[in-house]
C-alpha cells in the first residue's frame, strides 16, 4: 500500500487524482490512501438534497467555496482547512455472496479505525445504528466527529473515504444541513480537547494526527 501525504489540494485536483489512481488498482496496481486537506468546499453526494445546501451563491463566491456534485453515497458535507481526509483507493475482497464487495462492511471498518484513532486522543467516539460516520456525546447532544461517503466500482475498487475534523473551522457546516441530518450537530476534535482554533489552521496537537494518519 502507498500511502500520500498531499498537503492542501483543489477539490477537483483530487477527485481526478483518484479516478486515475482507480483504474490503475482495478488494473492490479498497489492500494494507495491518499491523506490532505482541501479549500473550502461543500460536496453533495447522490443523495443530496438541493435545499441542504443554505450559503446563498454570493456568499459562497465572497468566501470563496467551491460546490461539486460527486458520485459518493450520502447527503451533502463540508471539506475545508484544518480537516483532515483521507481518501483510500483499494482493491476489496468479495463478500459473503461471493459477488460482490462488501461495503457496509467496509464503511464499518472505516468507522473503527476512526474511533480507535480518537481513543488515543481520550475521546471516547462511536457509531449510530442507521447512520454513516462518527460521533460523540457532548452537552449538545450527540455530534459529528467524522463524516463518511463511499462509493465502489464494478471492480470493487473503493473511491471517497472519510473527513475528520481536527482543527475545522465549523462555522461552514452552518452553511449547509450536515448528511441532512437536522437534529445533530457538528464538532472537532480540538473542540473536544478544548483547544481554541486559529483561522481554521491545524495546530501543533492537530498537526501529529495528520502525520499518523486515520
Not at 438541493?50 to 456568499?59: F, K, V
Not at 481520550?122 to 457509531?127: E, G, H, L, Q, R
Request: aromatic share 6%; proline share 3%; charged share 25%.
Amino acid at each position: 500500500m502507498i500511502i500520500q501525504r498531499l498537503g492542501v489540494v483543489p477539490y477537483e485536483e483530487a477527485l481526478a487524482l483518484q479516478n486515475r489512481l482507480a483504474d490503475e488498482v482495478g488494473a492490479g496496481g498497489d492500494d494507495h490512501v491518499l491523506l490532505l486537506e482541501h479549500p473550502h468546499t461543500y460536496t453533495l453526494g447522490t443523495s443530496a438534497k438541493a435545499e441542504h445546501l443554505l450559503m446563498a451563491p454570493d456568499e459562497r463566491e465572497r468566501r470563496g467555496v467551491s460546490v461539486y456534485h460527486v458520485d459518493r453515497g450520502g447527503d451533502i458535507t463540508y471539506h475545508g482547512f484544518g480537516q483532515l481526509v483521507g481518501y483510500p483507493i483499494l482493491k476489496l475482497g468479495r463478500g459473503g455472496d461471493g459477488l460482490r464487495a462488501d461495503v457496509v462492511r467496509y464503511v464499518r471498518d472505516l468507522e473503527r479505525v476512526i474511533i480507535n484513532t480518537l481513543a488515543e486522543y481520550d475521546v471516547i467516539a462511536y457509531p449510530i445504528s442507521g447512520l454513516t460516520g462518527v460521533w460523540v456525546n457532548t452537552a449538545q447532544g450527540e455530534q459529528k466527529i467524522a463524516a463518511i461517503g463511499v462509493r465502489i466500482n464494478v471492480r470493487g475498487v473503493t473511491k471517497h473515504g472519510f473527513a475528520l475534523n481536527v482543527n475545522t473551522d465549523l462555522r461552514y457546516f452552518d452553511g449547509i444541513i450536515p448528511c441532512g441530518i437536522r437534529d445533530k450537530g457538528v464538532t472537532s476534535l480540538a473542540v473536544r480537547l478544548g483547544a481554541r482554533g486559529r483561522d481554521g489552521r491545524s495546530d501543533r496537537a492537530d498537526q501529529r494526527a495528520v502525520r499518523r494518519g486515520v
